[in-house]
């Protein structure tokens, strides 16, 4: 295959010998070594070595706290519970959605679960400040993500839990060990020097640790906060020539975040959350519904689905590179396919988690029906999951067309899921690790969360 600039690297790594070292080259990388070294231990006497170092042989220690998803008995040190339950939420992109784009849970509820366990019998937070700290996680986000019309599109540059949602994991464990200003402040800081992860790594194993990291990383920066670490007091303020979280958004324009008196209106109050009925990328959920619309069409017309009568699938959708993949040979590249999800649509009337599986990403069927896929890119189709809409045109060999369009799906935060349908949905994913026992007591646990006296119950 063609080399690219990464794989040159790759290459250069793989095959570099001692024969190619200069004389020159030896003796400044020897300097280099010798003076890192000697920086490195004259900085072991410093604060803030040893508040890491402190850090670290308390929280990596052997005595584990919190709890891992789907394991029962299994306990981690804070942070890494926080990195793998993350990973779990984020591990089939079947977590919720906000606009601007971000997936805002799943940033945050890890690390309070996690901190919540870790903290001594005395100073446990109650369920209500378990469920202040959560939206305080929340809104962060969302005005972030609101200081940048970048922020309001289908990402390009680097995944937003990665970006805001490190952020948010860091204020709302700040608020929920309750730092002080000036520390929650230097959480936000230590947490931006955390943050940032590419697009290019979407629809590979290495997206879900962007999660991971969010929601860890965000609850590392808070104890180290609350340990005296310090960082920049600007982070947020847009200074020139000096990028601070400015560095993740061409266009940049802070705004403040007024301290509440009596009142004050989150943001989840005037934006509410999507809630994926299958677990793949939230463009899908378009293309889906548009497909098992004309799909019931074709049936009305031909008396079965036969995919021999049809010629040519066209899709009217958004321009974004990384979710439009014509021939995905993964589960996480099926996830995040225009073309699949539509065609797994057509073919089975459904798309669950079975729809991911290898046999069913491979099945014969659907690769004749993919190779009939035409994309399309209307101007007045953007990427923007609250304009965006998604078409699907079966062009028939007998010349006829049927057309399906999708402008809400159900589970947009404009249609948004009915407590019925989310119960559904969070006993069928359940089972597959509780006892219906279990997952009734959890229901009823997460209904009453604000009167429950100690939030690590949960």
Known sequence: PEETVTSSFASFIHGVQPKHLSKAVCYRSKRMILDSIGVGLVGSRTHVFNTALQYCRELYSSAAVSSVYGKPGVKLSPTLAAFTNGVATHSMDFDDTWHPATHPSGAVLPALLAASQMLPPSTKPSGLDFLLAFNVGVEVQGRLMHFSSEAHNIPKRFHPPSVVGTMGSAAATAKLLSLSPAQCTHALGIAASFAGAPMANAATQAKPLHMGNATRLGL??????????????????????CSGFSAFYSVYEPKPLTVPSDHHEFLLEKQDIAFKRFPAHLGMHWVVDAALSVRNLFINYAGSFS???????????????????????SEHEARH??????????????????????NSIHRQELRELLDKVVVEHPEDNVANFDKMYGEVALLLHSGDVLTGKCDTFYGHWRNPLSRESLLKKFQSNASYVLSDEKIDAIIATVDNLENLSDSSQL
């Open 220 to 241: 590392e920066a808070a104890l180290l906060a609350a340990r005296g670490m310090e960082a920049n007091p600007f982070i947020l303020d847009d200074i020139p020539g």
């Open 337 to 358: 396919s225009f073309q699949f999800n539509a065609c797994a649509a057509l073919l089975d009337g459904e798309v669950g988690l079975s729809s991911f599986t290898e």
């Open 307 to 329: 995919p021999s009568l049809i010629r040519t699938i066209v899709l009217k959708v958004p321009v974004s590179k990384y979710i439009n993949r014509p021939s995905p040979s």
